[in-house]
């Protein structure tokens, strides 16, 4: 996959982490796709780090596994403080 790829060359390329998110959201996949944001709040310290944190908590809502939401905030919340 391209986007893969992208990130791998650079793990700074938000914009891809952000379209590989939104793929693996919509196929179901929510654990790589928080995956994926939880890096971007991680490498980033400006807009895209509230991005990325005002997306996961929208996709929280939208996520069938507790476990994987739970997962997440906890994560979530670790690294932004």
């Known amino acids: 996959m391209a986007l ?18 939104a793929i693996l959201a919509h196929g179901g996949d929510f654990t790589a796709a928080f995956d994926q944001l939880l890096e971007v709040v991680l490498r980033d310290k400006g807009e895209l780090r509230d991005a990325a944190r005002v997306r996961m908590v929208e996709w929280f809502g939208l996520c069938p596994d507790p476990a994987v939401v739970d997962r997440a905030r906890r994560r979530l919340s670790m690294y932004l403080n």
Do not use: E, Q, S
């Open 4 to 21: 893969r790829a992208r990130i791998d060359a650079d793990p700074k390329d938000h914009a891809a982490r952000f379209d590989l998110a």
